[in-house]
């Protein structure tokens, strides 16, 4: 039965040397008999548990094996084919595949294209469960969804070595769920050029302490990917976070309000939409003393200055650009984001209650009011990631595309 995604769509499936190898077979039939195009890429020693033959039985496509085949149907196999892919599945991974990707090593046909590829790439490990333990495999895995690998993690259950564990190639149908919901992605934003800051901001005292607030960049950060992933170009400026920067995003690191406005307004003629999600600070030390203060022995006062306000800096130089703003509030939430939405010129403003236990600052979810100048949404308490995209879905619909 054709599946409409898959239809017509070039499929790399990459089989690496593990004993779940036979299990690719059954992912590369469904997606033949859905009606993608697949070519089969195998390791030297995946070709050790399951035979080329039986991909290219299943598959009617020759079974690339090694760096030096003949190239039949592509001029220069590596680089062709992974050109021509919509998406590229490696199943089974081994921790050996996912080391040599997480490394930048290209030493067999496999590793060579994934390096080639602008196609999205699925992962989908299986291994012995102290293997899949091991910090160097978690420190890899870690490292290709921060460069935006796509994970799909094994599972739990008895492994061929007789062990109990997590480290089971994920079921088929799962791996197949994946494809298809990567495929379906939207790419509604392509073409779009938009900026977002993220992250506090921190105002020195001396070269030791500074001023800091509670933002850990999650909000802003969860923005800049919702957009690459639906397409934009998308330069995020971020204060300081521990976060890795999301993949496919120009990210410009900063630490003072002061550098943050420089690089925004420095980056604003290339953007469309500005989003400010960051929380940056207010007011600054006048005098940041140039070595480290004595402690002193009775109470004393800090000259503190205000900072230039980005976004109302932005609004001055508005022209065509949509620009979005949030308000942390902690009373009169609605009225005071008005009051922001207005004074900023801006066409958006996103109203979180941060005093509210569980979400704002430094949480994995949020509840907002997304304010225009025609009326107000409410989200009901979800993940940052879905918050994201309904502010974007209200990007698209300024942006009139
Ligand atoms: O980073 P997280 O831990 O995920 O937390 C998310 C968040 C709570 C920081 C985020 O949801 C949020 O509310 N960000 C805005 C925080 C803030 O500074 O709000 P504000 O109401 O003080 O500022 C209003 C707007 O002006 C904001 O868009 C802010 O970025 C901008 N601003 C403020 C001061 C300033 N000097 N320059 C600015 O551009």
């Known amino acids: 039965m054709k599946v409409e995604i898959l239809s017509g769509k070039t499929i790399i499936l990459g089989v690496t040397g593990g004993i779940a190898a036979f299990k690719a077979a059954e992912i590369c039939s469904y997606l033949v008999k859905s009606g993608a195009i697949v070519h089969v890429v195998m390791t030297e020693h995946a070709t050790h548990f399951v035979g080329p033959t039986t991909f290219r039985g299943l598959t009617g496509n020759a ?82 969804e921060s460069l935006g690998y796509i994970l799909v993690n094994p599972g739990k259950g008895r492994l061929a070595c007789g062990t109990e564990g997590v480290g089971r190639l994920a079921e088929p149908a799962t791996i197949v ?127 503190l200055m205000p900072t230039t306000d980005i976004m109302a800096e932005v609004g001055k130089s508005k022209g065509d650009r949509i620009l979005v703003g949030f308000a942390a509030e902690t009373e009169n939430l609605i009225e005071n984001a008005k009051k922001k939405l207005s004074a900023k010129n801006l066409d958006l403003i996103v109203a979180n209650d941060v005093s509210k236990p569980g979400i704002g600052f430094g949480s994995d979810v949020n509840e907002v009011t997304i304010i225009d100048e025609n009326g107000q949404e409410t989200l009901p308490r979800v993940p940052k990631i879905q918050v994201a995209n309904s502010i974007l879905d209200h990007v698209k619909g300024l942006l009139k595309i």
């Open 63 to 144: 079974v690339i094996t090694g760096l030096w085949d003949e190239p039949r149907e592509y001029e220069i196999t590596h680089v062709s084919l992974p050109d021509k892919a919509d998406l590229m599945l490696i199943a089974p991974a081994t921790a050996n595949i996912i080391g040599k990707i997480a490394s930048g090593i290209a030493d067999d046909m496999l590793s060579t294209m994934v390096m080639a590829t602008k196609a999205p790439v699925l992962i989908a490990p299986a291994m012995n469960c102290k293997m899949w333990e091991n910090p160097i495999v978690s420190a890899n895995v870690a490292r290709l």
């Open 177 to 303: 769920r994946k494809v298809i919901d990567r495929l379906s992605l939207k790419q509604d934003l392509a073409g779009i050029s938009l900026m977002v800051t993220a992250g506090p901001t921190q105002e020195p005292i001396d070269p030791v302490r500074f001023i800091m607030n509670h933002s850990s960049g999650k909000m802003g950060y969860a923005i800049a990917k919702a957009a690459a992933d639906r397409g934009a170009g998308v330069i995020l400026v971020s204060g300081p976070t521990s976060l890795a920067p999301p993949a496919n995003v120009e990210t410009i690191k900063v630490q003072t309000a002061a550098q943050m406005l420089d690089a925004v307004m420095s980056h604003l003629p290339e953007v469309q939409v500005v989003i400010g999600a960051a929380a940056v600070a207010d007011y600054t030390p006048k005098s940041p003393a140039a070595s480290k203060m004595k402690k002193m022995g009775a109470e004393f006062s800090l000259e």
